[in-house]
């Protein structure tokens, strides 16, 4: 006997939803006068007024990031005019039978389509910040019995770091730790960690927050901190967008300096390289007035020029020697670090460089120094950034790689990678970062995750390639990452990138269970940041 193919209860209820939707849609358009999909039918009318589904708004900066890899087309793009008009968005997705997936797109500078939304709703940060609609820049102080005074900035998650910082400068003030590339919303980096050569010394952006203004996944504005709403407050911070929507972060404060020592040193040995690193993050106690501010490193190889887009420092008359040596080791790894100062400082900062430098192994004769504003050193990468831009060659696809990496197995990764795969594939053009952070500058509670060793390196492939040829970086890529994996070097992705349940469990670790019971509690029907794939695969 054939069974008979009778259509499920479930069927009939799903096909009334959506002949209901669709009569509901009927004649219905937004500002734009666009005719918006079935699934936003379930919206109030305020916020559909306010959503966009042209094929200008569709296939415009929502559907494309940094990356120039990733296409993921929305079903609307949504412009707040209010962080209430997010939470009313994602209240509406909540209450759906079907829920759309929502995505909060600041700059879009994700490199796999983290802040993508396909078949989903993107919100528009970038236009909220344009429109001044949202929290802005508000410098203030308050007093705490136990520290005295407490400087800080509110800030909406859709501000520029650039723009927090000459904020707060006009008040003598600036926050402590930052990312290498300031043209960056605030609520982007808080929700990866924030890295730069200043995690060291203050910790990732997330260690600078105080408080925070969150629009969960159920639509529920919450203000949390580390004493109030503890667990969405260390949920969000690195938590990839999965828990909340950043409206406000307080961002800790400190009297800014003037200026920077700013300097870079030779190295042909990975070794000496790296001890001297681990020695400049660990000076503390009776040293720390000569303590350094950043320390990070690069690698200078053959198929890269000497100088690149992160900044212009060696001079032209030196390129000469410089490259002959690249010549002769093949890899030669640059140590940078820079030493903040102010009228103050200014009469003892060379002295106490120099008691620095006495006791690092660089190659004599290779020592490169600037001095530059606070502004310039903090904005370095504005100017290599406007010279791509003018030469075609910023909106290009970044096949970006970036991992953080054990003390204990650094040495592996130069041997396996530096010298090994990167040197036979000769492919690799821009930056390659590599330097060490303290653990304890991290706070475990927060969900970024990390490898479990007191000082764990990062190291960034911060390609640039062309429309026909960047899978040849993301073999490379794949190629790094399988061997760690057979080497059994513990790598921890950075701006992660997987496509499985099982890479990211291995990823979050001890962490994945917090990872999953938050996200029943925040987002428990799986509306936010699908582009990371972490629950929407």
């Given amino acids: 006997m054939v069974a008979e193919n009778h259509p499920s209860p479930t069927y009939f209820i799903l096909l009334l939803i959506t002949i209901t939707r669709l009569i509901s849609t009927v004649g219905k358009t937004s500002q734009w006068n666009t005719v918006l999909p079935a699934e936003l039918a379930g919206v109030d009318e305020d916020v559909f007024h306010k959503l966009r589904g042209d094929s200008e708004a569709l296939q415009g900066r929502a559907s494309k990031d940094y990356g120039n890899i990733a296409r993921e087309v929305p079903l609307a793009v949504f412009h707040p005019a209010s ?26 500078h994700s490199t796999r389509g983290q802040a993508m939304a396909r078949g989903g709703v993107v919100v528009d940060m970038a236009g909220f910040r344009e429109r001044g609609s949202g929290v802005g820049i508000r410098v203030s102080n308050t007093v705490d019995p136990s520290v005295g005074y407490f400087h800080y900035a509110d800030v909406g998650g859709e501000q520029l770091w650039i723009d927090v910082l ?30 730069s050569g200043q995690t060291f010394r203050f910790g990732p952006q997330i260690s600078t927050v105080r408080e925070m203004d969150v629009i969960t996944g159920k639509g529920e504005s919450v203000t949390c901190s580390s004493q109030t709403n503890s667990e969405l407050f260390h949920a969000v911070l690195g938590g990839l967008g999965q828990f909340g929507i950043i409206t406000r972060a307080r961002i800790a404060l400190a009297p800014a300096p003037k200026r920077v020592k700013w300097v870079r040193l030779l190295y042909n040995e990975f070794s000496a390289f790296t001890k001297d690193q681990e020695q400049l993050i660990s000076i503390t106690g ?43 080791h093949s890899v030669l790894y640059c140590l940078e670090i820079a030493k903040y100062y102010d009228g103050q400082s200014e009469n003892n900062v060379d002295k106490e460089l120099q008691v620095l430098l006495q006791e690092l192994s660089y190659i004599p004769g290779f020592y490169y120094e600037k001095d ?59 930056p390659v970062l590599v330097y060490p952070m303290n653990r304890n500058k991290w706070d475990n509670r927060m969900s970024a995750s990390i490898p479990d060793e007191d000082i764990f390196y990062t190291v960034g492939f911060l390609h640039s390639s062309g429309f026909d040829n960047w899978k040849d970086y993301d073999t490379q890529n794949k190629e790094i990452v399988q061997f760690c994996n057979d080497a059994g070097i513990n790598i921890k992705q950075y701006l992660p990138h997987y496509r499985t349940q099982e890479d990211w469990t291995k990823h979050f670790g001890p962490k994945w269970r917090t990872f999953v ?3 029943q509690q925040f987002d428990p029907r799986m509306i936010l940041s699908p582009g990371q794939r972490i629950f929407n695969n």
């Fill in 286 to 328: 009776r040293k720390q007035n000569i303590a350094v501010d950043y320390v990070e490193g690069s690698l200078l190889m053959h198929q890269g020029p000497i100088n690149n887009w992160r900044s212009s420092f060696f001079p032209l008359a030196d390129h000469g020697r410089i490259i002959s040596l690249v010549t002769q």
């Fill in 83 to 108: 962080a209430q008009d997010i939470a009313r968005l994602l209240k509406a997705s909540y209450r759906e039978a079907v829920p759309f997936k929502v995505a909060a797109r600041g700059q879009g």
């Fill in 517 to 519: 019971e938050r996200k």
């Fill in 372 to 430: 530059v504003s606070y502004v310039e050193f903090l904005n370095r990468v504005r100017s290599g950034e406007l010279k791509l831009q003018s030469q075609g060659l910023w909106d290009v696809p970044h096949p970006w790689l970036n991992l953080f990496i054990p003390k204990s197995q650094i040495m592996d990764f130069d041997s396996g990678v530096f010298k090994n795969i990167i040197l036979k594939r000769n492919i690799t053009t821009g």
């Fill in 166 to 195: 000459h904020a707060t400068l006009e008040h003598g003030l600036a926050p402590l730790s930052w990312t290498d590339y300031l043209y960056l919303t605030v609520g982007g980096t808080l929700s990866n960690a924030g890295i």
